[in-house]
């Protein structure tokens, strides 16, 4: 897995990292405070509150974990590890809006 460079994405307040052609990425957003939050946030158990989200999009679903992240994925070696790391912290830092089944 290539290194990951957390750019900003333009005209936004996340950085997102492809990992290549497959349309596999992972994101950071350091805050989930706008509207779309506050309003369907508590419809999926989520705080109406700003947090941190470190999150991966693999193979069309999406592994959402609230905080900051990204060192621990920095540390991953392969998309497989990746997808193991967001799965087994999801346990406990786990997103509502999280699309993979946890069971």
């Known amino acids: 897995m290539q290194k990951i460079n957390w750019r900003k994405n333009d005209g ?13 990425y992972v994101s950071y957003n350091p805050t989930t ?6 309003v369907f946030g508590p419809l999926v158990g989520e705080s109406e509150d700003s947090q941190e989200e ?26 497989e590890e990746l997808k193991e790391f967001f799965i ?5 830092n786990g997103s509502g809006w999280s699309t993979f089944n946890s069971n």
């Open 12 to 24: 936004s307040t996340n950085f997102v990292q492809s990992l290549g052609d497959e349309g596999n």
């Open 88 to 92: 087994e912290e999801h346990k406990t």
């Open 54 to 79: 470190t999150a991966l999009f693999y193979n069309m679903k999406w592994y959402i974990l609230k905080g900051d992240f990204r060192k621990q994925v920095d540390a991953c070696k392969t998309e």
């Open 33 to 38: 405070g706008n509207g779309v939050f506050q």
